[in-house]
Each structure stands twice: as structure tokens, then as C-alpha cells.
């Protein structure tokens, strides 16, 4: 089989560089972008969530419930904020009667982070609700809130869902109230990351910030492993998301001013899953502290030694996987963050998404398609594009790590290998930023995802055109 991916890292397609800029389908998503209207918002919502704390009449809190319910259909990127008990009811309220499911979903969010288990009944109808989005919310929430309740809701729920997304949430739900996993800390305690609140107590809430720039928390990667299973399959690290490229959402997609190294997409779906879109190896997970908010890099094999790396950025804290472990198609790995958060670096809630046109490591100031000049084994210079990018199958580099190495074609058709020599361990994963000239070195997902998704570049291999 001729290779996959190298003709189209030689050439590949860069989107023009146009901005989707379609009115918001709905006023209250996105609000949390407008700075001033959203303080506005937030600081009149204050008053009324320390009313319905300090209010000690039953009658007049089912009446501030019911108003903050229906609050909560303009403001619920307002709502989600706090981290008030008082605000359980009113939830589990909109859960139970938004007819709009990215109301529901966020406010399904909400609960999770409340952490309180009166609110399980309610994430556990919504384990029934007609769309996919809020039952995917729900398990995600009631696998932080666990409890014998929640696991046999979960499991109850688990024997009819259809939905591969959202069996795969259900059954990451069920792991964590098992105690199976635990979301990813660098010195592996149990304890995760903290949000800081403001505002008066009563109203306690997680500040709003705008693109967080300072030193992150941590930054733990894996540069060793290499035995693991070639990637088969592929799937799109989101719900819908090719309809959430164009969700009438300012965004950027991948090219655009030609720098933006990927796709910004579930836009204000706070608190949503992602997925693994293959088979592969968790080589980075990154703590929150600068722009990317939490992050997470896996390597993928693909047919005939080529590689490519995807990237997930903008998380919330509750990171599923580590460095050096194997991951599967389909794989629940972490969620999208708050909005303009420290946790997500400080925009409105989205994934980004990228696809890395090689392995995690690779050669600074190199990327696939580039002219080198090789000084082949005759003796003879010879100048030919790289075709790959690869670990060496036998050499290691002074931290004992694989050393890399790349591909090209020789003047009679055949392939050589040539090792490159060793730079710093930072230069060598420096590719990992998201805004570099013409996006070298990465690759279009909206153009590519669908086509691995859909097997189109995968197909029956011919051993006589392996190299």
C-alpha cells in the first residue's frame, strides 16, 4: 500500500482562511465572551443566589428556585459559575424542564462540579432524555457524583444505549465509581485540580478570565514507549462533530490567517466528552496555567510505520488517561472546560483539535515534504523530500529513549533510512504549539478526519508495495 498520509503532508490542503461568523442560533450561548455584559449578568445574579442561600422559608425558596429555574434559559453560562449547594434544586429544574438540550447539557455540568448526590434522581432521569448530548452529560455527571444510586442507573442505562459516545461515557462513569481510574494528577494523589472562587460568600463562583498566559502546572509526557497497537480505525473525538466545524459560533478553523494548526469545535458545550479517535499511546498530559488550559497528545502507528499525533486542548482538569498508556478508538479521555477559565486557558468553552503530521517527537525545524541533503552509503549526496518521520529501531539517544530518525526515497526507487542527530528533549516536542506559519507540520482535520473515519485511506494492503 502506497503511504497514507505522506502525499497529502507533501501537498497538503489549507482551508481559505475565512472566519464562520453566522448569528448565534440562541441568545444565551456565547454571552460569556462579552465581557462586560457578562459581569453585568453575573454580579445580578449574585443577589439573588445569596437570597436563596440565606433564605429560610420553604415557601419562599421553592419561589427563588423556580425563578433561577427560569433564569436559567438566558443565563446559564452565568449559573454554572457557582458552586453553591443552594443551587442543586434549581438544576436539577432545568434538567428536568429546558426544552433546549445545550441548556440541559450545561446544566448537567453544573451538577457534576456541585458534587452533591441530592442531585442524582435528576441526573439519572436524564440518563432516559431523547438526546444523545444530555444522556452523555448525565453519566458523565453521575460518575462524579457515584453512589450505589448512580452505578445502577448507569449500568441500568448500559444495557439498551446505542449511542457509542455515550456508552463510552457510561462505561468511564461506571470505572470511576468503581474506583477503576481517577483523573490524572502528576504525583498521583487522589487530590485534582482546585478551582479558585470569588464573589461574596453565599455566592462563591469561578472567576472569569480571558486568555490565561503563565508558567503551566505540569507538564508530564512519556518519550520511551513504543510497543503499541497499530491504529485500524478511526472516530471523531466529539459528538456531531462535523456539525459543530459550522455551529454558527465564531471559531477558527484549521489554516486560518494561516496559522491556526487545527479545529475549534463543541463551542460552548462546557463540560462535554472527547474521545480518543484511535488506537494509540497518551505521550503528554499538560496541567492548566497558560493558554492551552489542560492538554492532552496521543500517538498513533498507522499501516506501514508512519505516525501521526492528535491533540486535545482546552480541557477541564478531569483528564482520564496518562502518559504511557495505551488508549482505544472511541476512548472517553477527558472533558471541555468552563469557559473563560484558568482550566481551560481563558476563552469560551470548545475543544481544539489538532492533528500532528508525525510522531510526538520529531526533528526541530523538520516536517514531512521538506528537501534534505543525504550523504547516502556510496558515498554520494542526495537531496529528496522526507517522506516520514520515525523512532529508530535501533539507536537510543543519551536519556535512553528511542532517537529519531527520517525516511526518504533513493534515486533507484528504494527507501533509506537515515538517524538524525540528537537535540534537547524541548526542541524535539517544540512543534507542540498551535500557531505556527502555514501550519507546517500538521495536518487539516476537517479534511483528513473524515476520510480515516470513513476508511477511505485505508485499504486492503498489497505486500508487494511495501517498501
Keep these: ?14 482551508l481559505s482562511p475565512a472566519c464562520f461568523a453566522a448569528k448565534t442560533a440562541d441568545p444565551s450561548i456565547g454571552v460569556c465572551t462579552r465581557k462586560d455584559e457578562f459581569q ?43 458552586r453553591e449547594p443552594c443551587l442543586v434544586p434549581v438544576f436539577a429544574g432545568v434538567v428536568k424542564t429546558s426544552k433546549k438540550w445545550f441548556t440541559r447539557t450545561r446544566a448537567l455540568y ?49 444495557e439498551v444505549e446505542q449511542n457509542p459516545y455515550v456508552r463510552a461515557t457510561i462505561e468511564s462513569a461506571l470505572e470511576l465509581i468503581r474506583g477503576e481510574v481517577r483523573p490524572f494528577t502528576p504525583d ?105 488550559g489542560f492538554l492532552v497528545v496521543i500517538e498513533h502507528r498507522l499501516y506501514d510505520n508512519q505516525y501521526m499525533t492528535s491533540v486535545y486542548g482546552h480541557c477541564a482538569a ?26 481551560n486557558g481563558g476563552y469560551g468553552s470548545h475543544l481544539h483539535f489538532g492533528l500532528g503530521n508525525g510522531p510526538f517527537r520529531r526533528p526541530a525545524g523538520l516536517a514531512i515534504g521538506d528537501l534534505v541533503n543525504l550523504k547516502m552509503p556510496d558515498g554520494k549526496t542526495h537531496r529528496a523530500p522526507v517522506l516520514r518521520l520515525v523512532y529508530s529501531k535501533t539507536k537510543k539517544n543519551s536519556f535512553g529513549w528511542p532517537s529519531l530518525a527520517i525516511i526518504v526515497r533513493k534515486p533507484d526507487g528504494s527507501m533509506y533510512t537515515a538517524d538524525i542527530p540528537e537535540q534537547p528533549a524541548a526542541r524535539e516536542i517544540s512543534w507542540l504549539q498551535a500557531y505556527i506559519k502555514n501550519c507546517r507540520g500538521w495536518l487539516n482535520p476537517q479534511v483528513l478526519l473524515p476520510k480515516l473515519v470513513d476508511n477511505a485511506l485505508f485499504v486492503t494492503p498489497s505486500h508487494e508495495e511495501k517498501p
Design 1 to 14: 500500500m502506497r503511504t497514507i498520509l505522506c502525499s497529502l503532508a507533501v501537498a497538503f490542503i489549507l
Design 40 to 82: 453585568k449578568r453575573q454580579e445580578a445574579l449574585d443577589a439573588r443566589v445569596l437570597r436563596l442561600t440565606s433564605e429560610k422559608d420553604e415557601t419562599q425558596r421553592a419561589k427563588l428556585v423556580a425563578s433561577l429555574t427560569a433564569a436559567a434559559e438566558k443565563d446559564i453560562e452565568c449559573l454554572i459559575r457557582y
Design 110 to 158: 453544573a451538577i457534576k462540579m456541585l458534587g452533591d448526590a441530592a442531585a442524582a434522581p435528576a441526573a439519572i432521569s436524564a440518563l432516559d432524555d431523547k438526546d444523545g448530548m444530555v444522556r452523555e452529560a448525565a453519566a458523565s455527571a453521575l460518575g462524579r457524583l457515584a453512589g450505589e444510586d448512580a452505578r445502577s442507573g448507569l449500568e441500568k442505562r448500559l
Design 188 to 292: 498521583g494523589k487522589s487530590t485534582v485540580w482546585k478551582e479558585d472562587l470569588v464573589g461574596p460568600e453565599g455566592a462563591r463562583r469561578v472567576p472569569w478570565i480571558w486568555t490565561k498566559k503563565g508558567k503551566h502546572a505540569f507538564n508530564v509526557y512519556d518519550s520511551k514507549t513504543l510497543d503499541y497497537v497499530e491504529a485500524k480505525r478511526f472516530c471523531y473525538p466529539i459528538r456531531c462533530y462535523k456539525e459543530s466545524l459550522f455551529g454558527g459560533y465564531p471559531r477558527k478553523s484549521f489554516g486560518s490567517k494561516g496559522t491556526h494548526a487545527g479545529e475549534d469545535c463543541a463551542w460552548f458545550r462546557d463540560g462535554c466528552s472527547f474521545y480518543a479517535v484511535a488506537d494509540g499511546l497518551v505521550r503528554m498530559v499538560q496541567g492548566a496555567g497558560g493558554d492551552w
Design 318 to 343: 478531569d483528564v482520564l488517561v496518562r502518559p504511557g498508556q495505551t488508549v482505544k478508538v472511541g476512548q472517553r479521555i477527558a472533558t471541555v472546560a468552563l469557559s473563560c477559565s484558568v482550566e
